[in-house]
């Protein structure tokens, strides 16, 4: 009884978190609409943009969970805070400075020319689950984090490479599955097997969303782990 108790806290305060933060911000920006896997030749999110260093800056947020789990949540809102303001500065900065070259190897052409909200839904994402790992089960949070930072990281990089596209969607087969097998392996050190259900639904949700999926990927999977944990009883 205390076990359930514990855990319906749990999915009450992602509810409440979702309902206070999370449908505003997707009324903001059209989830219904958006929430379609659209055909590559229609849509123009779907252009072939190689920026791989963007996608390595992108994998590098694995390292905060880790951060979190070894020296303490601290440290690692510490490295997130870092991460904002170099972020914020470069934005300050980018309307005079928007043709230097590391603004082409990090920046979308249609990030150059307005605020990059892909990069800051991310950071916010990471700072949203950190905050929720003192009441949410920790392990869970931090492996939600993992599918965003290598699932979604990873699965561009091997899809360019990929030849089998998904029904109705610019993503492949082999991105989706390297997402879904990396971040699978890695959550495991955080939540055992229960991992996979996160990386399967995170991955999932980031084929089904075609804009500002950093802030949706990370609390399907959230939910979803936690949910499978009351549902199967599953101690982590």
Known sequence: MIYFSHISSEIAICSIMYGCIGFPIAKYIHLPARFQMMAAHNNPLCVNESLP?????????VAVPFIADIYGREYAALALASATLIFLIMEVIKPAEKKWYVYGLLWRNREKEVFALDP???ILSFFVLLGLSYFVNEGICYASMVVLALG??????????????LPGSCKTVEGTTGGIILSSIVGFYFVGALAVVGSVVGMVTECSISRHDNLFIPFAALVAMLLVRVFFKINV
Do not use: E, Q, W
């Not at 260093?53 to 947020?61: D, F, Y």
């Open 120 to 122: 800051f839904f991310y």
């Open 53 to 61: 260093l963007r996608k390595i800056v992108h994998m590098s947020g």
């Open 152 to 165: 979604d990281g990873v699965a561009p990089l091997i899809g360019h490479l990929g030849k089998l596209k």
